[in-house]
T-cell receptor, first 115, second 114 residues
Framework: DGGITQSPKYLFRKEGQNVTLSCEQN?????MYWYRQDPGQGLRLIYY???????QKGDIAEGYSVSREKKESFPLTVTSAQKNPTAFYLC??????????????FGEGSRLTVL | AQSVTQPDIHITVSEGASLELRCNYS??????LFWYVQSPGQGLQLLLK??????LVQGIKGFEAEFKRSQSSFNLRKPSVHWSDAAEYFC????????????FGDGTTLTVKP
């Protein structure tokens, strides 16, 4: 079945450590996104990529980094520079075409806790 | 700038009762509007979307929503709620085909009483 796979589902990190969250999709979508979700808040865009080897900062990119070396993969690194990294992270994708309607397809999320 | 307001943080309804979740948006052109549902610890799933045509749109799981341009609203409805509908619901306004520019509301948590 086509979909988006995020791993790990739960991750614990000590302060000062970088961690990388994996996101893989087999939907053949061009665009991929990373969102952060905090309790009682909507989703905030961290980074997005519309084609391989290209990505743009979203609204809250500070302390995060990404790469897009393959169409299927869009890993997110949470660096030690991110002051409050404990959150639920969601990866999403969408087809990039002029006929698209902008809907997003989501993975099941990764919960990061900083100890 | 586009924005979305979901006025109700938490709603409780009895099983079998009707449901309406409110969503108001601000957008300079014809909006692309979405409702997503999120179960605890899970990702979001699209319930329905509107971008043109009939202002009453049908979605999955028996949900529908009505686009009212004059009121800048896109309220979600269901005639009879099931216990499995308990979840968090997000309204979003999108900037056309650039889905990454979607703006999400803060969500409404639905509790269903037996």
């Amino acid at each position: 079945d086509g979909g988006i796979t995020q791993s790990p589902k739960y991750l614990f990190r000590k302060e000062g450590q970088n961690v990388t969250l994996s996101c893989e999709q087999n939907l053949n979508h061009d665009a991929m996104y990373w969102y952060r979700q905090d309790p009682g808040q909507g989703l905030r865009l961290i980074y997005y990529s519309q084609i391989v080897n290209d990505f743009q900062k979203g609204d809250i990119a500070e302390g995060y980094s990404v790469s897009r070396e393959k169409k299927e993969s869009f890993p997110l690194t949470v660096t030690s520079a991110q002051k409050n990294p404990t959150a639920f992270y969601l990866c999403a994708s969408s087809p990039r075409s002029s006929g698209g309607t902008g809907e997003l397809f989501f993975g099941e999320g990764s919960r990061l806790t900083v100890l | 700038a586009q924005s979305v307001t979901q006025p109700d943080i938490h709603i409780t309804v009895s099983e079998g009762a009707s449901l309406e979740l409110r969503c108001n948006y601000s957008y300079g052109a014809t909006p692309y509007l979405f409702w997503y549902v999120q179960s605890p610890g899970q990702g979001l799933q699209l319930l329905l979307k509107y971008f043109s045509g009939d202002t009453l749109v049908q979605g999955i799981k028996g949900f529908e929503a009505e686009f009212k341009r004059s009121q800048s609203s896109f309220n979600l409805r269901k005639p009879s709620v099931h216990w499995s509908d308990a979840a968090e619901y997000f309204c979003a306004v999108g900037a056309g085909t650039n889905a990454g520019k979607s703006t999400f509301g803060d969500g409404t948590t639905l509790t269903v009483k037996p």
